[in-house]
């Protein structure tokens, strides 16, 4: 699994591709926490952008409920966004829509962050494609 991390804004994007299971969680879990913490030392909310995640396994569901919980602790926002329809399933049953909000894009769930990380991905985005 690949995970990248980016900063838009206030905001820091967590782009997630290919499975999370068994094997990925470890090193996922420890990219995540890691995200937690600099999102709290810069005041910042984490978005996930699950728009590449093929999979989402037991290990890794409770990797995301363990660090929502101490995103929560740390006044921490946790967004997730373009959730394909086998996560979104796995998400929906394990009520983790009760911990994370959900967008159906990233564009939509940084317009929630602020005007500031929308427009600054925006025009990432912009770039990549010119």
């Avoid at 994007?13 to 995200?35: A, I, K, N, Q, Y």
């Amino acid at each position: 699994m690949k995970v990248q991390r980016q900063k838009f804004g206030n905001a820091l994007v967590l782009s997630l591709e290919g499975r999370l299971d068994h094997e990925t969680t470890p090193e996922f879990r420890e990219e995540l926490m890691g995200s937690v913490r600099q999102a709290a030392g810069d005041e910042l909310t984490l978005v996930l952008d699950l728009a590449k995640l093929d999979y989402l396994s037991s290990p890794g569901l409770n990797a995301l409920i363990i660090a929502s919980r101490t995103a929560r602790k740390e006044a921490v926002n946790i967004h997730a966004a373009a959730l394909q329809p086998m996560v979104r399933e796995t998400w929906e049953i394990s009520h983790l829509t009760l911990l994370v909000q959900t967008f159906p894009t990233v564009e939509e769930a940084l317009q929630v962050v602020s005007l500031d990380a929308a427009s600054a991905y925006a025009a990432a985005k912009a770039s990549i494609k010119a």
